[in-house]
């Protein structure tokens, strides 16, 4: 039998199926595809895990799915004020996002030093911890495709395309200056990252999310970890299962 690991954001949904033996298979799709769970045999799952950043509603329909296709009650994990090794800055840990907890377990786990975590996705946050596991607070800033999205709502004529592009010169068209504009102002977080390593000692930054690719290419120096919130909701299962 096999535990299937869900990191549901609030525009993609990540996947891993984990047996006790032979490698883990992943998936990953858009919330509510038809398909997005068709490499899994129904009767294949006896433990569903899932970290999530969606609304009520849509927690509550991913519930229903996946107890109805696999047979499964599924259970959501949440941030916590000190779990595997890790301390959240927080007053009220439970209003941090799963995903930025289980991000930050992740990557401690890894190195246990001093590190940030970027997570570009929806909405770009980012993590510190210190050498000793304790969250030092973070940042959130809209992501690339909430600032594209959000000159398409509120300007007229403006026509430009979805991928983020590497040229920061300045533009000599409309969609050049949405592009380069988006990216310049990514770059300009990049200076401010690489400003505060030595204002909080950290050398390792591990990237995820759908754009942290497109922030490496831009200049940021870190670790691609595309699964970084699957890897840190395993550990935390796997400690609860052997606690």
């Known amino acids: 039998m096999s535990h299937l690991l869900i990191d549901a954001g609030n525009t993609r949904l990540k996947w891993r199926v984990v047996e006790a033996s032979g490698a883990p298979a992943e998936g990953v799709g858009c919330p509510g595809d038809a398909d997005l769970f068709s490499g899994i ?5 006896d433990r569903i895990s899932i970290s999530t950043v969606t ?9 229903q799915e996946l107890a109805s296709r696999f047979g499964v009650t599924p259970a959501f994990y949440w941030a916590q004020a000190e779990q595997c090794g890790v301390r959240c800055a927080y007053q ?6 799963a995903d930025r907890w289980h991000a930050m377990i992740g990557a401690w786990t890894e190195c246990r030093q001093p590190l940030l975590v970027v997570d ?4 770009l946050t980012l993590d510190l911890l210190d050498a000793h596991g304790q969250h030092l607070g973070g940042y959130i800033l809209p992501g690339h495709r909430l600032m594209r999205e959000s000159l398409e709502d509120k300007t007229a004529r403006v026509f430009f395309g979805k ?3 590497l040229d920061t010169s300045p533009g000599l068209s409309t969609g050049e200056c949405v592009r380069h504009g988006l990216s310049w102002l990514w770059s300009s977080v990049i200076d401010r990252i ?9 050398e390792t930054v591990f990237v995820t999310g759908g754009d942290g690719e497109d922030l490496i290419r831009l200049g940021l120096e870190g670790q691609w970890r595309p699964s970084l919130v699957l890897d840190g909701l395993g550990i935390v ?6 606690e």
């Not at 045999?41 to 799952?45: F, I, T």
């Not at 009220?92 to 996002?97: Q, S």
């Not at 299962?237 to 052997?242: D, G, I, N, P, Y």
């Open 92 to 97: 009220h840990p439970e209003t941090m996002g």
């Open 55 to 63: 609304s009520e509603v849509a927690r509550q329909a991913l519930h």
């Open 237 to 242: 299962v796997h400690r609860e299962a052997t």
């Open 120 to 123: 570009a996705g929806s909405a």
């Open 41 to 45: 045999a129904p009767g294949a799952v």
């Open 194 to 202: 690489e400003a505060m390593r030595t204002t909080y000692g950290f």
């Open 163 to 165: 991928s983020l592009s």
